[in-house]
């Protein structure tokens, strides 16, 4: 008996889906054998990602921090002057330019901060605006300066302690 010759019979479109199946089989196979450095990729990312993130939320924190402790020295000197100038009647440590000076850079540091010591230190210089012209003179005055420093120190302080 004799065999005949094998012959490849091509029907329209069976070509194409046998090689659709065996590119699926080799894609699956492929991720089969790399899995565990697909796996590392992933890892990998993810751990970019959330060193990014840290280190964003580090800096964030630190220039929070530094503006805050200079705002708390700020503070610190015009209540100084606010002491000067009332108590003591010395227009040399309490001169109300000194106290103008602390008090608008208080305001500008204060804008680096998050609330509510932002809007705290905008009502200190509305505070001290209106009332620095009473200092030696009316103890009201003296009284709302000093509790307009205190509530901005106190939620200066307050931001300082939900950074994390």
């Known amino acids: ?57 580090t800096e964030y924190n630190r220039n929070i921090r530094a ?36 008090a608008l850079t208080a305001k500008d540091l204060g804008s680096l901060m998050p609330e509510p010591a932002r809007s705290s230190t905008v009502g200190l210089v509305e505070i001290w605006q209106q009332n620095w012209s009473g200092l030696g003179e009316s103890d009201d005055a003296a009284s709302k300066i000093s509790d307009g420093i205190d509530r901005t120190r106190s939620d200066v302080l307050g931001v300082l302690a939900e950074l994390d």
């Open 67 to 102: 503006a805050g402790i200079e705002l708390l020295l700020k503070l610190g000197e015009l209540e100084k002057v606010v002491f000067f100038a009332h108590y003591d009647m010395d227009n040399e440590a309490g001169n109300p330019r000194a106290g103008w000076a602390y």
């Open 1 to 57: 008996m004799k065999l005949l010759p094998f012959r490849r019979v091509d029907f329209p479109g069976a070509c194409s889906i046998l090689s659709e199946v065996a590119k699926m089989t080799s894609f699956t196979d492929q991720v089969r054998r790399n899995s565990v450095a697909l796996i590392s990729l992933a890892v990998a990312l993810s751990s970019l990602a959330y060193n990014t993130w840290r280190n964003e939320q």
